[in-house]
C-alpha cells in the first residue's frame, strides 16, 4: 500500500511540473483537464472510485480508483470515473467494478458541488458458508445503481493541486442498492488541474 502512495504522489508532483497553468487562467477555466483521486471514509458500499484500504476481522477490505474530467465551461467539468474494490471475505462478495458518470461545478471557484450517475458491478463469491439456505441457491451478480450529490471545498494548495475534503449522500435507483448499505459518506479529494 505504501508503494501505492509514493506512486501516487510522484505521479501528481510530476503532473504539477508538467502541466502548469498558462498565465492569467485559473486551475478550472475552460478547456482545463481534471486528474481526481479520493480517499473514501465510511463504507465501501456505493460505487466506488477511491482508494481504501482497511482491515477487519472478516478481512482486508481495500478498494482502487480515480476520476477524470473536462471542463466544457469556466468552473463546469464533465467526469468519468473508474473503480475496482474487494471487499475479502465480507458478505462473500468477489469484486465490485464500479463507475460513474457526472458533472462538478466550483461555485466562485471554491466550493465544489457534483451531480453523478453511479454503478458497479458486483460479483459474489463462492463461499459454501455463506448462503444459509437448505439446498443452497447460487447468488446472481448484482448491479446497483445511484444517484450521488457531492459537496466540499477545494484548498488550493498550488495554482493547479486542490485537496477537497467533502460529504457525499447517494440515493439508490434500484433494487440492488437498496440492498447493500449506507447512503453517506466522507471523502478527501487530491485534484491536479492543467491545460493543453
Do not use: C
Amino acid at each position: 500500500m505504501s508503494k501505492l502512495l509514493l506512486l501516487v504522489s510522484i505521479s501528481i508532483l510530476m503532473l504539477t511540473h508538467s502541466y502548469a497553468q498558462d498565465e492569467g487562467s485559473s486551475a478550472t477555466s475552460k478547456g482545463s483537464f481534471l486528474i481526481e483521486v479520493n480517499t473514501g471514509f465510511g463504507e465501501v458500499s456505493m460505487a466506488n472510485t477511491s482508494l481504501i484500504f482497511r482491515y477487519r476481522e472478516e478481512g482486508e477490505e481495500w478498494a482502487i480508483g480515480g476520476e477524470g474530467g473536462y471542463f466544457i465551461a469556466d468552473d463546469l467539468a464533465l467526469k468519468i470515473g473508474l473503480g475496482f474494490s474487494d471487499l475479502g471475505n465480507n458478505d462473500n462478495i468477489a469484486g465490485d467494478l464500479s463507475w460513474k458518470l457526472g458533472a462538478k461545478y466550483y461555485v466562485a471557484s471554491k466550493f465544489p458541488v457534483q451531480i453523478d450517475l453511479n454503478g458497479s458491478r458486483r460479483t459474489y463469491g463462492d463461499n459454501p458458508d455463506f448462503d444459509l439456505s437448505t439446498p443452497p441457491v447460487e447468488t446472481p451478480d448484482a448491479t446497483p445503481l445511484w444517484l450521488g450529490f457531492q459537496a466540499g471545498y477545494a484548498w488550493f494548495v498550488a495554482k493547479n493541486v486542490s485537496i477537497e475534503p467533502g460529504l457525499r449522500y447517494g440515493i439508490g435507483l434500484n433494487d440492488d442498492a437498496d440492498n447493500i448499505g449506507s447512503d453517506f459518506a466522507f471523502n478527501i479529494g487530491f485534484n491536479v488541474f492543467f491545460s493543453r
